[in-house]
């Protein structure tokens, strides 16, 4: 017996030896430097990349506007507009909001910035060329976290900021941003695992072609950049609902790499003139998370086992998209200025142009989402909140003077709740088209379409059959 488990022991040790060794990953930059030493040690090779960097959007977080109809020649973006989310940056830049037990639970909108801490400015210098963070798309298994130094600053240093062979280590794993780089956060944003876009959840780091034809491992395993990347930093597309554009000399469009008739089959190809391509091919969104569909500020409500509070909020899953024309341009309403309410006594915060009429119009999937937030009751102009000290005291009016005086200078606001929406665009989870809609998911009784809402007297289909 020993000796049978001594020749099982030998064989072993011969097998592993004769093996060959794991492959050692490789980086581009593994050679190129020996200590990392902040955003100073890429800008020595790197300082065009950052100068293009540092007027893209991704940092300025905001940017030309040529297809938000009231934009009236303004850079627009984040920073100077108000969503129905976390509603503006400004009031809530950076810093640990920490409750009762000592937990951190918020740490401010500039997580998801890829700066060091400063809040982007207008003209370029050193300081904030340096203050590009260019590790947090470009190094894989990078992560940060706040500081605060002596003199109470914030700001954002990797987690191996004091640990040298660490950090060295991790800065020298330079790569073009995987999908799971842009997940941390496009994916996260509004306040959890896909709350804000719906469309867009971790999932997509590592599926299959059944979830999305275009991410999917076993498919085409396209990343982000492969469709966003456009040149000079500067990406590509922007939905309906973005007030800024990147890049807008390069549209993103499905016939940027589709034909206009894709099918081969008229009853199909004969839609595309109005239809674009999400509308079949998105039949719902959130099938993995749960996404925010209503946010009620007016409402705080406290969350015991988090110990924090929010607004209240309405969830939904497997939601079936809206559907609105889209003619490539939207209008918002824009941070003091008197609101315009639509029809439904809503405010649009921002919502897409176009009409049944117009020739440049189709129709298109949308995640719509409702909303109720703060409005001077004299000027009728919408109040962004502070939102991070809210979620450990839940003080509703607080973050509604906070967020008046950051915004406005204006101390003690007189101000009501009015609802309101936006549309946001859903064009991530596109299916294999034997599980697109089909012809009577629209064309019946009880269907997908509101035909009189989208200006028809009634399904177009059956006008044909009179």
């Known amino acids: 017996m020993k000796n049978t488990t001594r020749l099982l022991v030998s064989l072993a040790l011969l097998a ?18 020996e200590h990392y030493e902040g955003t100073s040690t890429c800008l020595e090779c790197h300082e065009e990349e950052a100068t293009d960097f540092f007027h893209s959007q991704h940092y300025q977080w905001r940017g030309e506007s040529p297809n938000v109809v009231n934009a009236d020649g303004q850079m627009l973006g984040k920073l100077n507009t108000i969503n129905d989310f976390c509603t503006n940056p400004m009031p809530s830049w950076i810093g640990n909001a920490v409750n009762s037990d000592g937990k951190i639970i918020a740490q401010g909108c500039s997580k998801c910035h890829a700066g060091l801490g400063l ?24 992560r940060r976290d706040a500081y605060q130094d002596e003199e109470g600053n914030w700001s954002w240093k990797p987690i191996l900021w004091k640990n040298q062979r660490g950090l060295d280590s991790v800065s020298k794993r330079i790569t073009q941003p995987k999908r799971k780089s842009c997940l941390r956060c496009h994916a996260g944003a509004g306040g959890g695992q896909n709350f ?24 085409q395993d396209m990343a982000c950049a492969e469709c966003h990347g456009g040149s000079n ?20 469009m499905c016939t940027s790499c589709h034909d206009e008739k894709p099918h081969g089959l008229l009853a199909l190809d004969s839609h595309t003139d109005k239809l674009n391509c999400t509308v079949c091919h998105i039949p719902d969104f ?11 500020w007016s409402t705080p409500k406290y969350h015991e086992e988090a110990n924090k509070y929010s607004a209240t909020i309405t969830f939904g899953k497997n939601v079936k998209p809206v559907y609105a024309w889209f003619n490539g341009n939207s209008r918002l309403s824009k941070l003091g200025e008197k609101v315009k309410r639509e029809k439904d006594g809503t405010v649009p915060v921002m919502i897409p142009e176009g009409s049944r009429k117009d020739k440049n119009s189709k129709l298109y999937a949308f995640k719509l989402h409702q909303g109720t937030l703060p409005m001077l009751k004299d000027q009728q102009w919408l109040i962004p909140l502070a939102v991070d000290e809210f979620f450990v005291d839940g003080d509703i009016e607080k ?7 950051a915004t406005y ?9 009015v ?7 859903i064009f991530h989870g596109v299916r294999p088209a034997d599980q697109a809609l089909q012809c009577l998911d629209c064309h019946r009784e009880g269907g997908r379409m509101d035909w009189k809402g989208l200006g028809y007297k009634k399904d177009p289909l059956l006008s044909k059959m009179d």
Not at 119 to 142: F, M, V
Not at 286 to 296: I, N
């Open 399 to 405: 973050a509604v003077a906070e967020g008046a005086a």
């Open 196 to 219: 804000k876009r719906g469309d867009i959840e971790y999932v997509l780091g590592e599926t299959d072609a059944n979830y999305d034809v275009h991410m999917g491992t076993d498919g």
């Open 16 to 33: 592993l030896a004769a093996a060959p060794a794991a492959a050692k990953t490789t980086y581009s930059h593994q050679e190129y430097f």
């Open 409 to 417: 200078g204006i101390e003690d606001p007189d101000y009501e709740w």
């Open 419 to 425: 609802p309101v929406k936006r549309y946001m665009g």
């Open 233 to 252: 930093h500067r990406m590509r597309g922007r939905g309906a609902d973005l007030s800024g554009t990147d890049n807008p000399d390069e549209p993103l």
């Open 119 to 142: 809040k982007p400015g207008r003209e370029i210098s050193q300081q904030q060329l340096e203050n590009i963070d260019c590790l947090i798309c470009h190094a894989s298994g990078y």
């Open 286 to 296: 959130a099938r993995t998370d749960q996404t925010d569909m209503v946010r009620d």
